[in-house]
């Protein structure tokens, strides 16, 4: 039987409400805006009472139910590339085949398509093609990227001067009423106690041993704050619940709760960059909790916001506030950004090593990961690790290679460890004391 | 055609010699014209750009010769660069690295990265790693949505650019340094929409391998020489006694950041199609001219042209979600029987658009045929038959 914690049911809980809500939302009045996970404006959005919906969660869960590789292939026979991102061609085969969503209710099509141009390119693609499907209207927000390494004042006034010409009028538009300034500014309270819980969640996992897997368990973690229920009471009550659950472990010594039930004894502690494959997530799992590897640390859970810098929402600068989220989530920042993130996650983590895993759908996260292993090893002093498959297109996800590299990998860290004569290859790390230059948010 | 056509014996010769060097310099990788350019000044400088845009007026205006590095194409073996990609992303970066890391690039006193996808973003970050001591820029060309705020982000972001590429030359950024670049720049994009409109009229006068190799020369020219240059190929290219061959009229599409081999472009021609206008140097001198204006402030001139001029392709947001209707109206305003979908393998920005613009071809009835390259593709063969079957189609049906 699979364990689960208390959290994870809690959040069952409040996704079943939410599809619930979006499966009687055309009867209800309420309008249906599609957006993205990164910069997402999920404040904004309730505050006027319309109803997000993700596509890449929507292709995620698809691959968490085996249903991803026959939407895949509907969309590449209708004439989609065999190389490009395997999410658009879940959404697009999803679709095509009537947009049932987990419940097996219908997806309600959009009013409107609100494209948060975050870091990554495909996104702004991807909804060219959905408005050929859905014939709606698109608001168009550019966040600019941090290609220098900084978030300048420019960036940041171009970013709240859209919201104020181009989403929030068009958002207006569907609402048929206007902004309520006060319950965008209460959302945006809420969503910063949510942030404060989550990090402290995080965190957690520089105890030894940590209470929790920041990659693999982190997915579920990030769930409520990175979709439609951040700014939420909902949230808030989740994330505080979640922060005592996972005290409460730390305080006796427990690991992190696995499928298979409580991880006995952590041997490895990670650094994971990448997303999951989520076609064989339980299995990916499992090979590194057979192994005693936990992560304690992993990017993928900064997609939708970085907060472990410092970054909250906040009232008192709403549209800054927002802007500044937009412009901070991981995979809009720099190369160089990204790695000394890495770099600072192991030394602060205690990690025994770090992981890459490189998935062909996403260029974003891919391209250039080669050379940020070599940085982050050149920063830290600990070796990486790298492995390839796919986020939800199922041929790329090859098991046994994967399980023969990830324990290959472990097994050298632990050969490494034991040359140093260590029982943490953190302590056996050659002292690379690297100056790290992270942007900190105040 | 507005020049006196020489006798074909005199144009015999220096067209010849023209097409020569054009090639010799397409196919030597040391910048040997950046190089001599340079030389003549000790203060002149020179900044590579990246796929698909360049801020030539700006990088001009400061002193600098903007270089448009459009990948190693297939005469860069790529070794090194191969070791910082996947096997799943393009070859663009790859060997892009491969002539940083070789030196090959060292005459360029900077890099911009515009943001054409993410690759090219990513590129970027690896860059300024690996080559800290020059100026590194990435480049955000607006998508807003809305007009205003684009061109109030864009101004400020070439303000800025303009600022420090005048410090590496030792300039002081003055308008009417930005406003005699715009006016050389119109008189390079006067040059390319003559070179433009010849193709359209008289194709079998303009192969699309010399017009190719012309355009590439003006990647790495300074403006007014590179529309003498093309004065001087259209005068004598435009005298040759040529006959119009029984092909069909193509576009080619999606061709516009990594480029394939001119190999490959020469096979499409022989297999029976005329290339009467493509996306292959996107970026090259596509977009609007800014306003001279004296009374204008330059820089908002160029943000408003970018935002407002500039030609519609896949890495541009369409905001109006015609792009697939005006090509297919734009095939039939030049007469053209029929678009190519030439596609660089894992190039997100064409191959997510390709589905929705074939889509408007064919209820346009526009026939279309499509296939993918790498910039080291050496095979030819199954594309010459694929474009020369198509060529066929069209020619007894209509239709592809």
């Known amino acids: 039987m699979i364990q689960k914690e208390q959290s994870m049911e809690t959040q069952k809980a409040m996704l079943a409400g939410y599809f619930g809500r979006l499966a009687t939302a055309q009867r209800d009045h309420r309008p249906v805006v599609y957006t993205f996970v990164p910069g ?10 319309v109803i997000p919906v993700y596509p890449e969660i929507n292709a995620l869960q698809s691959g968490m139910r085996q249903r991803s590789d026959g939407f895949i292939r509907e969309a590449e026979r209708a004439g989609h590339s065999e190389d490009v991102c395997s999410y658009v061609k879940c959404d697009l085969g999803m679709m095509m085949k009537g947009n049932l969503g987990p419940t097996g209710e219908a997806i309600p099509p959009p009013d409107l398509l609100l494209c948060s141009f975050t870091g990554c390119f495909v996104f702004m693609k991807w909804f060219e093609l ?20 900084k978030l300048t004042p420019a960036m940041r006034a171009y970013v709240v001067e859209q919201l104020e010409r181009e989403v929030i009028p068009k958002l207006e538009k569907i609402a048929g009423r206007k902004l309520d300034q006060a319950r965008l500014e209460e959302n945006l309270a809420r969503s910063a106690r949510a942030e404060d819980d989550l990090v402290h969640v995080f965190e957690s996992a520089k105890a030894r041993p940590s209470p929790i897997d920041a990659y693999f368990a982190g997915v579920y973690y990030i769930g409520p704050i990175f979709t439609s229920f951040r700014g939420s009471q909902d949230a808030c009550d989740y994330y505080a619940a979640l922060r005592r659950e996972v005290d409460e472990r730390r305080a006796a010594g427990l690991g992190p709760v696995t499928p298979d039930g409580p991880m006995a004894q952590e041997k490895y502690r990670l650094v994971i960059e990448g997303p999951p494959n989520w076609t064989s997530f339980r299995n990916f799992w499992k090979i590194f909790y057979d192994e005693g590897a936990v992560a304690v640390a992993s990017t993928y859970t900064k997609v939708g916001g970085v907060y472990d810098t410092g970054f909250r929402h906040d009232p008192r600068r709403p549209l800054e506030s927002l802007a500044d989220y937009c412009l ?16 600072r996650n192991v030394r602060e983590y205690q990690a025994d090593g770090f992981l890459f895993h490189s998935v062909k759908s996403c260029n974003s996260f891919s391209a250039g990961q080669l050379h940020m292993m070599r940085e982050v090893e050149r920063l830290s002093g600990v070796p990486g690790g790298f492995i390839e498959s796919d986020l939800v297109d199922g041929r790329y996800y090859s098991h046994a290679n994967i399980k023969n590299r990830v324990e290959s990998y472990l097994q050298m860290l632990g050969s490494r ?14 002292p690379a004391s690297p100056q790290l230059h992270l942007p900190v948010h105040s | 055609m507005t020049a006196t056509p020489p006798t074909t014996a005199e144009a015999a010769r220096p067209l010849t010699t023209l097409l020569a060097d054009l090639e010799a310099s397409h196919r030597s990788l040391g910048m040997e014209r950046v190089r001599s350019w340079k030389a003549a000044a000790p203060e002149r400088r020179a900044i590579g750009c990246l796929p698909v845009f360049a801020p030539r007026e700006v990088l001009w205006a400061a002193g600098a010769l903007p270089v448009f590095i459009r990948g190693g194409g297939d005469q860069l073996e790529t070794i090194r660069g191969d070791a910082y990609y996947q096997s799943y992303i393009c070859r663009l970066p790859r060997s892009t690295l491969e002539l940083g890391l070789g030196g090959w690039l060292d ?31 990435f480049l955000d060309p607006p998508q807003a949505g809305d007009q205003a705020a684009g061109i109030r982000f864009w101004r400020s972001e070439l303000s800025a650019l303009y600022r420090d590429v005048c410090a590496l030359s030792g300039r002081e950024p003055a308008p009417e340094a930005l406003r005699a670049a715009i006016l050389a720049y119109h008189q390079a994009r006067r040059a390319a929409r003559r070179l433009e409109a010849a193709r359209i009229e008289t194709p ?3 192969p699309v391998d010399e017009t190719y190799l012309l355009r590439r020369a003006g990647d790495v020219m300074p403006p007014l020489e590179w529309a003498r240059l093309v004065d001087d190929y259209l005068v004598a290219a435009g005298a040759r006694t040529v006959r119009p061959e029984d092909r069909i009229r193509v576009l080619v599409q999606g061709a516009f950041c990594e480029q394939p081999p001119l190999g490959l472009l020469r096979a499409l021609e022989r297999a029976g199609c005329y290339v009467i206008a493509d996306d292959l140097t996107l970026g090259h001198l596509d977009s609007d001219d800014p306003d001279p204006d004296p009374g204008l402030d330059p820089l ?26 005006c090509l297919a109206a734009e095939a039939k305003r030049l007469h053209a029987d029929g678009i190519i979908f030439a596609a660089p393998s894992f190039c ?11 889509k408007a071809l064919g209820d346009a009835q526009v026939p279309y045929t499509a296939f993918k390259y790498a910039e080291n593709t050496g095979q030819f063969q199954s594309i010459r038959e694929q474009a020369g079957t198509f060529a066929d189609s069209v020619k007894l049906w209509g239709h592809a």
């Open chain 1, 417 to 430: 460890r034991g040359a140093a004569g260590t029982t943490s290859s953190a302590s056996a790390a050659p």
């Open chain 1, 40 to 49: 997402n404006l999920t404040e904004l959005l309730s505050a006027f009472d």
């Open chain 2, 300 to 325: 908002q001139a160029l943000a408003e042209a970018e935002m407002v001029g500039r030609t519609a392709s896949a890495v541009r947001y369409d905001a109006q979600g015609d792009r697939g209707r």
């Open chain 2, 204 to 206: 079998w006068r303009f």
């Open chain 2, 348 to 358: 997100d920005p064409a191959l997510l658009d390709q589905p929705r613009l074939t």
């Open chain 1, 328 to 343: 901070g989530c991981y995979t809009n920042l720099s190369l160089p950004a990204r790695t000394e993130l890495i770099a």
């Open chain 1, 130 to 149: 959905l408005r050929e499907q859905y014939g709606c209207d698109i608001a168009m927000l550019h966040v600019p990227y941090q290609g220098d390494g």
């Open chain 2, 107 to 137: 005459a360029l006193d900077g890099m911009i990265f515009p943001n054409t996808c993410d690759v090219i973003r990513n590129l970027s970050g690896v860059w300024s790693s690996l080559f800290p001591a020059k100026l590194t820029r």
